[in-house]
């Protein structure tokens, strides 16, 4: 299966992510932000928007989700108008991980 780059700070919500995506087959690879990480065989990027710039995020060239709190409405928005391919509050993605992740490796 796809290698997945999770970027969060939050390390429960980061160990989640992993957790979750491991058990759907996936392999992860965990970072803090995108300076301090490992991009080999990296095909998708799963990313804290209160961590990473969206811009910065987009500009590597592969699919990315991000997600945020629901009540930051601007940081939603800036990810969508920056391209960032899927954009959900943090409890979606919590909900709906493999799914969404499935979604955009098979675009």
Known sequence: ????LSIAVDLM???KVQETLTAAGYEVVASPSIEETT?????LIVADLDVENPEALV????PVLGY????DVET?????AAGVDKVVP?????RE????????LDV
């Not at 500009?59 to 592969?62: A, F, I, Q, R, V």
């Open 1 to 4: 299966m796809a290698r997945v």
């Open 13 to 15: 919500l980061g160990s």
């Open 39 to 43: 991009w080999d065989g990296v095909e």
């Open 59 to 62: 500009g590597l060239g592969m």
């Open 68 to 71: 945020y709190s629901h009540v």
């Open 76 to 80: 939603k928005e800036a990810a969508e």
């Open 90 to 94: 943090r409890s979606r993605m919590a």
């Open 97 to 104: 991980l493999p799914d969404l992740v499935k979604g955009l």
